[in-house]
């Protein structure tokens, strides 16, 4: 019973029972679940489906969870409307498994209504199936896309999402990673919105088989390089390899190994998706196995990336076996090195992070926002702490475990600008030999007098020096005091943030 008296019933038991409800049907096949929607897709020329949606982004602002919101009785009422929907409408009902670490895997069920089984194919390919057929669900998900009113609300503790009045794939998945996230804080860890990637390079003067793993992860808001970046192979040539572990959502846990969440397939943005600068992701989503959301598809069947038709947030579900740099194991063993990616023209092209500078960045979680957030605001200055929008409880105590933990696993830092510096844009391939030489640990620093941070003074194969921060802004010094006093109030707000994180701005 909460404090406004209402109460929302157990949502496992309240629920229909899959198995024996008669108007719900459970489990079906991929072929099943894609005839359902077939009035829906248009069939690309590759032989997959894509869809169109009347919501084409996540409703942040609609969007409401019990330990961050004091809920009234019309939030719990949402959860009712859910169950009592599900209990009188022909549904769908999945059961997906989110993770496979011993200690963080979580069994999803996911309920939709039959005619919206487009939403139930990208579910059903984004997650795995449940390694144990009896296990009982850890979260539970209803989306009703035909309500006349949308409201995302969140019971964390019971792992209850009601999805209404949205038909977007995102909130489905997010709808379970961002539990997810939060179970991995409450064991002493931390949910990170983030890529990981393992690396492994031949040791100096060793032989073929003494080789260095190096475990990284990358920090980014949808749509500003994240999955490029962790997807690139480095340009390694056997027996080294660079090797894709998880595109967008990871656990990193006290003992220094970070948990993968997704292992069936990947939920990446197509705008001005091509094969020249991302062929494994182009030529995943040309597959036959990919399901399209809201690219514009020709009535014959022809797709065009680069349009924005329908909108700039255009979709596609990937399949991991059709991409060559995605590893089997979803889970990193080991993490040494973290990246935020940043696109902001006043900082250098890499620079690396003490533990209060990283955890000041988590903080800052500076990019530009993109259509996954807001279409109307697409391309302006953002901060979302961890680059993380679906945070659940204090955001000050979040850097402070990020600093903790970082500290106690002595895990690099750096942060990446993929942009621009000044007017000197930075490319892919610089980005790229600049990881390279991370990893290797061949790039020599310097303390750079201008931004205070330490930056590269030899990168091998890349002059460097042509990105200095001083020779490419005009009035360099007063930019980048005017950003530093910007980060500084910003971080101000976060009441529960230490203080040697705040004052550690640069």
């Not at 979580?106 to 939403?119: D, F, H, L, S, T």
């Not at 991302?278 to 990336?305: C, I, K, M, R, W």
Request: aromatic share 6%.
């Amino acid at each position: 019973m909460s404090e406004s008296g209402f109460t929302v019933r157990e949502p496992v038991t309240a629920l229909p029972d899959p198995v024996e409800a008669e108007h719900v049907v459970y489990d079906p096949s991929l072929d099943q679940l894609r005839e359902f929607s077939r009035d829906l897709e248009t069939t690309t020329e590759f032989g997959s489906p894509a869809y169109v949606s009347d919501q084409q982004s996540r409703n942040a602002d609609r969007t409401r969870n019990a330990i961050d919101h004091e809920f009234d009785a019309d939030d719990f009422e949402h959860f009712e409307d859910a169950i009592e929907f599900a209990e009188g409408t022909e549904m769908l009902c999945l059961d997906r498994q989110v993770g496979r670490h011993p200690d963080h895997a979580y069994v999803c069920r996911y309920y939709v209504p039959k005619a919206y089984g487009r939403i139930a194919l990208s579910v059903a390919k984004l997650f795995e199936p449940v390694d144990d057929p009896d296990a009982e669900p850890d979260f539970v998900t209803v989306q009703v896309p035909d309500w006349d009113e949308t409201a995302i609300r969140i019971l964390p503790e019971e792992g209850f999402t009601a999805v209404l009045g949205s038909d977007y794939t995102g909130e489905a998945k997010k709808s379970f990673l961002r539990l997810f996230m939060l179970r991995a804080k409450e064991a002493g860890g931390l949910g990170l919105h983030a890529g990981s990637k393992r690396v492994r390079l031949q040791r100096e003067d060793g032989d073929e088989d003494d080789q260095e793993t190096v475990g990284q992860l990358f920090l980014g808001l949808s749509g500003t390089g994240k999955s490029t970046l962790t997807a690139h192979g480095l340009d390694l040539d056997d027996p080294e390899d660079a090797t894709m572990l998880q595109d967008d959502v990871c656990a990193l846990l006290s003992d220094g190994s970070v948990a993968g969440s997704e292992g069936q397939g990947l939920y990446i943005k197509t705008i001005g998706l091509e094969r020249e600068e991302q062929p494994e992701l182009y030529d995943a989503a040309t597959h036959e196995s990919a399901v399209l959301e809201n690219v514009d598809v020709a009535e014959d069947g022809t797709v065009d990336f680069d349009s924005d038709h329908h909108t700039t947030n255009g979709r596609a579900v990937i399949q991991r076996s059709e991409l060559d740099s995605a590893g089997e194991e979803i889970d990193l063993p080991n993490l040494d090195q973290i990246f935020f990616i940043t696109r902001n023209p006043v900082m250098p092209p890499v620079a690396k992070l003490d533990p209060d500078e990283a955890a000041a960045a988590f903080m800052l979680g500076e990019s530009v926002q993109t259509s996954a957030g807001d279409p109307s605001a697409a391309g302006e200055s953002i901060r979302v702490v961890g680059t993380n929008p679906f945070i659940m409880g204090s955001e000050g105590e979040e850097g402070n475990r990020f600093r903790d933990l970082i500290q106690d696993l002595d895990v690099d830092c750096f942060v990446l600008n993929t942009g621009s510096v000044g007017g000197r844009d930075v490319g892919v391939d610089d980005t790229v030999t600049l990881l390279e030489g991370i990893s290797r640990g061949t790039v020599a620093w310097r303390d750079d007098e201008t931004t205070g941070l330490t930056v590269p003074s030899e990168v091998p194969g890349m002059e460097v020096s042509v990105f200095d921060v001083a020779a490419n802004l005009d009035d360099a010094d007063d930019q980048v005091a005017a950003l530093r006093e910007e980060r500084r109030a910003y971080l101000a707000e976060f009441h529960d943030l230490d203080d040697d994180i705040e004052s550690a701005v640069y």
